[in-house]
């Protein structure tokens, strides 16, 4: 069974500060997402890691996928309070058949105090 | 382009009830994928069609069931509910159900509320 475990859970951080989040899995994948939740919304699509090593940036957040270790990290820089939000990271099966179905961490709930 | 659509927004049943959830996919896709969004938590997955057929099933009882039309459009039911199934639940379309074709794009959610 695939999980898949994200810290800090909450995470509160002052503007202009640099922080990161951590996502642990614990079986083979070679997909990652990273989405954005904001209360009461639907799931934002931020990132989709697809090979080890792979690291996008958009703004001022910046992914990456370590695939021997079955950790990505979620960095934030500088951050500013309209990042506040729930960050979730969710892992699929290898490549084949019903590797769509993504096992979703229980969230990091990020609060930007100015 | 329209994005993933799902109706109703808001719905309050009784325990016991039955309900309906709607979703439409991105014109064009044809892999529509159902998650539970319990509060505080993270979505899981229930069940995810490809050209009318299930090509998948989460960890949920029975009582869950859903289908594909040939619009691609599909629907989930839920039976004899019960006060844990309050939760949001999404909507995922993706223009395949594996290889290159990764992106899932998720619907605006259907809040159903149990008493």
């Known amino acids: 069974e695939l999980k898949v475990e994200q810290n800090p859970l909450f995470l509160s951080m002052q503007e202009g500060k640099n922080y990161t989040i951590y996502c642990n899995y614990s079986?083979?994948?070679?997909?990652l997402y990273w989405y954005r939740q904001d209360p009461g919304k639907s799931l934002e699509s931020l990132f989709v890691?697809?090979?080890?090593?792979a690291v996008k940036q958009e703004g001022r957040l910046m992914a990456s996928l370590d695939t021997k270790a079955r950790l990505s990290t979620l960095h934030i820089t500088a951050a500013v309070h309209d990042l506040s939000a729930t960050y979730f990271c969710?892992?699929?099966?290898?490549?084949?058949?019903?590797?769509?179905?993504?096992?979703f961490g229980k969230g990091t709930k990020l609060s930007v105090i100015p | 382009d329209a994005g993933v659509t799902q109706s109703p927004t808001h719905l309050i049943k009784t325990r016991g009830q039955q309900v309906t959830l709607r979703c439409s996919p991105i014109?064009?896709?044809?892999?529509v994928s159902w998650y539970q969004q319990v509060l505080g938590q993270g979505p899981q997955f229930i069940f995810q069609y490809y050209e009318k057929e299930e090509r998948g099933r989460g960890n949920f009882p029975d009582r869950f069931s859903a289908r594909q039309f040939p619009n691609y459009s599909s629907e989930l039911n839920v039976n004899a509910l019960l006060l844990g199934d309050s939760a949001l639940y999404l909507c995922?379309?993706?223009?395949?159900?594996?290889?290159?074709?990764?992106?899932?794009?998720f619907g605006p959610g259907t809040r159903l509320t149990v008493t």
């Open positions: 079986t083979t994948s070679d997909r």
């Open positions: 890691l697809l090979s080890n090593g």
């Open positions: 014109s064009g896709h044809k892999s």
């Open positions: 969710a892992v699929s099966p290898a490549s084949g058949a019903g590797s769509y179905q993504l096992t």
């Open positions: 995922a379309s993706s223009l395949g159900y594996w290889g290159q074709d990764y992106e899932q794009y």
